[in-house]
């Protein structure tokens, strides 16, 4: 139940997010911004709605269906009462008017109508875990465009800044070479460096545009202010609890499960067709016609029906075969798609791993190439070495800045593609998905009741009372729940040290902060 909660609640929180457009400047609003507008959600919420109508309909067999008809017009009749009635042809003609109305409550169908709204009912909980599963996938591409522009920004800026360093040298090094301080071949390797640049500083430049238009696609337009880096984010540390985790809560896998429930209920509807059928009918028919034919007529009846149909065709049984056949169908397919979950968590914790040695390892080799090159401009002004040496150590310097910067968002989009993998990021980023913090307040002498809401880290949120109890030793609050509540909430008894007496009012605590009492 607590996990229907939060499916409710997270489907709530994106579908009533404000849809106006904003200025995408944090990851949480590029992702928001993007599950806004993009189709793939719109054609994920219309199958959403297609599964709500679907159970609309199958609950609309529980309830009496009403048909009512009128005909008018003329006849002509030749039976056993016009030739009693008539001297003269045997056969009669007369103007006809009738009206008939039929309600029909069905009330027993082989538990068929029952079967089919759970069926109906299991495929929209199925649709609301796609929902999902796409605004996951969604979310990692956001979030992919997001990092991917800010890198690709990240290095273009250090490589202009860097270009115009080593243009510098250039007009430095050829006025050695104008002044016969330098060789040719110096302004060479120079300008070999320097054209190198430009064309990596071109290929830069088209990588941040390539990364823009990405960003434009998935998001719905481009950023109108900088984007700002996403923080890192603690992970699972044990790779078979995140697989466990995912097994459990991935909406791709809660998806499957529930469309094989629904076949599980159509399977035994179909079986409920091999008992009879029983509906209670109240009918009613009028009829205005001349007495030569039969006369007026008023006719009502209450009744209880029993149908029972037999398909000599083999119908039945095709469609029994044909629902297992599905249901095999989709148990395999969640078992590849298990498989498939599990490899990709294995290959983005291996990534994550990989990314973070890098990490490590790039930082040392941006501090040697860093400690060189300033030990080259010390040697520089000392005249121990020659400035085209200097200009090549601080293009090791730069290379290794630039990797350190891929490696760097390297290790954060690894991050986030964990949570993905496990089917998390969309509570990460949109939610928070961070533990709310404590508030400490300060409590009084006397503490009288108070009444609010609080919120803990695993369960839904309850009505309780702070209630205080002092004994000698210690000063104990009890949440004491008001009404009835579901296995996974609890009572928690927080204790502190004695309170100083002290008459301070309380302060005011907000709708779920969790809180505790502390002394001075």
Known sequence: MYKNYMLFGLLSLMVLWPIKPISAETLQQSVMQALAAHPSVEAALANKEIAIQDKKEARSDLFPIISAG?????IHSNNSTSRGLTITRGAAYSGLWEANATVTQPLYDGMQTKNRIDAANARMQ???YNVLDVRENLALRATQAHIAVLQAEATLVRTK????AIENYLIKIQLMVDEGVADESEVSQARNISLMLQSTLTDYEGQLKTALANYSEIVGQAPSSTLTKPINQKLMSDIQ???AYAKSNHPLL???QKEMEAIEFEIKAEKGALYPGLDAEVSGIKRDQKEEIGGELKDTRALLKLTWDFETGGALEARGKRLRAQYSEITAENKEKLRSIEGDIYRAYTELET??????????REAVTSNLFEAYKAQFEGARVRLLQLMQAENQFFNSQLESITAEYRYLMAQYTVLASIGQLQETVIVGGQKRPIKKIRSVQPVEKIETIIKYDEDPIINPQIKYVEPKNK?????VKEQEVEEQEFIEIMTVEPVVPEHRPLQKVSSGERIYITTK
């Open 70 to 74: 009128t005909s008018v017009g003329r």
């Open 126 to 128: 199925s649709a609301d």
């Open 161 to 164: 800044s860097y270009y115009e």
């Open 241 to 243: 609890s995140a697989i």
């Open 254 to 256: 809660k998806s499957n």
């Open 355 to 364: 990314a973070q040695k890098q990490v490590d390892l790039i930082k040392e």
């Open 475 to 479: 000063v104990e609050l009890e949440v």
